[in-house]
């Protein structure tokens, strides 16, 4: 049963029974109907919605069964609505919610390309810390040769 069927039920819970009833002493002269609403079930009230007419020469008992049932699902209307409504605002925030995904997304692919860059930096000036270092050895070993030669050679 889907949620829509099992809403339907739920509203209509009894009025049913409360038509067919309404029905079966339509079949008697009875000289008023009055409809008691059950506590926790009570009839909607106020004007007919508008997209709905009483046709001429419908009996008493035919008007207040049509009313009831279209008041009935009106109401059932308005809260299908406000689902709706509820739904969109819901929308609203997963599409603010995934708007600052991608704006995190963007500072963290941001931070990766400075830490990148900050690593290819020290790279690079280890390499060349390297460098300078081989050359003053080579400089030195170069220079002790010479040192040592002309200290032989004198």
């Known amino acids: 049963m889907s949620f829509s069927d099992e809403l339907l039920a739920s509203k209509f ?3 049913e029974r409360d038509i067919g ?4 002493t339509n079949n008697r ?21 508008d997209y709905v007419e009483h046709k001429e020469g419908v009996n008493q008992v035919g008007r207040l069964s049509a009313e009831v049932v279209v008041r009935e699902y009106d109401a059932a ?3 299908i609505e406000s689902l709706g409504a509820e739904l969109i605002e819901a929308a609203k925030k997963c599409e603010a919610t995934v ?9 963290i692919n941001a931070l990766a390309a400075s830490y990148r860059e900050e690593g290819k930096r ?8 390297s460098l300078t270092t ?3 050895r080579t400089v030195c070993e170069a220079l002790k040769k ?5 200290v032989i050679d004198a």
Not at 33 to 49: E, S, T
Not at 99 to 107: F, K, L, N, P
Request: with cysteine.
């Open 29 to 49: 002269a009875l000289p008023s109907i009055h409809i008691v609403p059950k506590d926790d079930h009570p009839l909607p009230k106020g004007p007919l919605p």
């Open 13 to 15: 819970d009894g009025i």
């Open 122 to 129: 020290y790279f690079l000036q280890i390499e060349e810390c």
């Open 99 to 107: 708007a600052g995904v991608h704006a995190m997304v963007s500072e």
């Open 21 to 24: 009833d309404i029905i079966q």
């Open 77 to 79: 209307v308005k809260e």
């Open 134 to 136: 081989s050359e003053v």
């Open 146 to 150: 010479k040192i040592s030669k002309s």
